[in-house]
């Protein structure tokens, strides 16, 4: 009998374990922690989510896998209303939120040792953990030209990209597109922060400016944890190549992977509904301009952040962990962008997903540290 490995052979230590202890050096600042080391929502779920979802909650019989037709009717709706995106609803699937996807999507496709998966150079962790946990090879690569021969079961995209808010153009997606399926290799887009462009619009890679209209080998992974306060329900959906679709459906029957029916209620009323998307997306509009400054005037540089839910910051005198320390010693808490892969040793990624008060209170601090900065600087001056 095979001896079982543990667990803690088989996965790295959950990133954020890492940070406790700068966390309890944050929380004993006099006003209190601000934690932006997280995109997690903080604002209200909007109350026609909430109708919904109690309007569903006699709900005694099993759910569709599938989910309802009316749910995936009200998916395509979306995708086409904002994101010019058609495809038959029949391709789509509703998820347990996007990272169950992210994390099962090798396993489902019926990846496993032997297998190769890429996916980005600096990438949200659960890509790797996914690949890991299928028993393929993860391979961490942006430029297509890296891969050489490699001809990967798997390729993953992220754009609007977290950390970074990086967007591809639609030039890079159309010669990921070609290469895929000139190899036939399945490309997956993880695309949970579609609606949060700022300083450009992002694309699906389902987009027939992208796609030449065909969705042949192609999913587009979708989440309303962002765009709509829905994290605590966890909702999201896979949409795209409908014979690939058709294939996760039938491996999620057989494990048990459903979407609560209260849940695809809410998610219907949420895609059904742009009015409280737009007006949660000026809030966190409203959030970045102020964080971005503030990072900006005490000194940090900050790159890509054109779209998604971070600023990916870098200052001149600090790697990773000793920009987290610093910002730590005034109450503020950021991920390193080690967390994100060995590219990002140099950056910190700066959630505006706080509220307010909270996001008010960092600009606060972060003016402290421009003016100590400031001093010093003028004080060097003075000596020489």
């Known amino acids: 009998m095979a001896e079982r490995r543990p667990v803690a052979e088989r996965l790295p230590v959950f990133p954020w374990d890492r940070l406790a202890p700068y966390k309890e050096t944050a929380a004993r600042h006099p006003d209190g922690i601000v934690d932006l ?7 209200p779920v909007p109350e026609r989510l909430r109708a919904a979802l109690a309007a569903a909650a006699d709900s005694p019989g099993y759910p569709l896998t599938y989910g309802t037709r009316e749910l995936r009717e009200s998916a ?15 391709a789509v699937l509703p998820t347990i939120g996007s990272k ?47 891969l050489g021969p490699t001809r990967p079961g798997l390729l993953w995209i992220n754009s609007p990209a977290n950390p970074t808010g990086r967007v591809l153009g639609a030039d890079h997606l159309r010669k990921v597109v070609s290469w895929a399926r000139e190899r036939g290799v399945v490309v997956a887009s993880d695309e949970c922060y579609l609606d949060l462009g700022w300083d450009t619009r992002p694309l699906s890679i389902l987009h027939p400016d992208v796609c030449g209209g065909s969705h042949e080998g192609l999913l587009a992974v979708h989440s309303l944890s962002k765009r709509s306060n829905l994290a605590g329900y966890r909702a999201g959906f896979v949409a795209g190549d409908a014979g690939l679709v058709g294939e996760l459906l039938a491996v999620r029957k057989h494990a048990g992977m459903i979407v609560p029916a209260p849940v695809q ?3 219907r009323a949420a895609l059904d509904d742009d009015a409280h998307a737009v007006e949660q997306k000026e809030r966190y509009a409203a959030r970045r301009v102020l964080l971005r400054g503030a990072l900006e005037r005490a000194g940090w540089n900050i790159t890509h952040s054109e779209a998604g839910l971070y600023l990916w910051a870098a200052h001149p005198d600090h790697d990773a962990w000793g920009s987290v320390r610093l910002l730590a010693e005034q109450g503020v808490l950021v991920a390193p962008g080690e967390f994100y892969g060995p590219a990002g040793v140099g950056h910190v990624r700066v959630a505006f997903t706080a509220a307010d008060e909270r996001v008010a209170a960092a600009v606060k601090r972060l003016e402290a540290l ?13 000596s020489e």
């Open 370 to 382: 421009d003016r100590g900065a400031s001093v010093l600087r003028e004080g060097g001056e003075r």
């Open 76 to 90: 395509a709706g979306w995708l086409e209303r904002r994101h010019g995106v058609r495809v038959d609803p029949a």
């Open 265 to 267: 209620a809410a998610m």
């Open 37 to 43: 080391s997280v995109g997690t929502p903080v604002d």
């Open 100 to 146: 169950e996807l992210v994390a099962w999507l090798p396993t489902l496709l019926g990846l496993g040792a032997g297998d190769t998966v890429v996916y980005p150079e600096l990438a949200y962790p659960t890509y790797d953990i996914g690949i890991r946990m299928a028993g393929a090879t993860p391979v961490a690569a942006d430029g297509l030209v890296q």
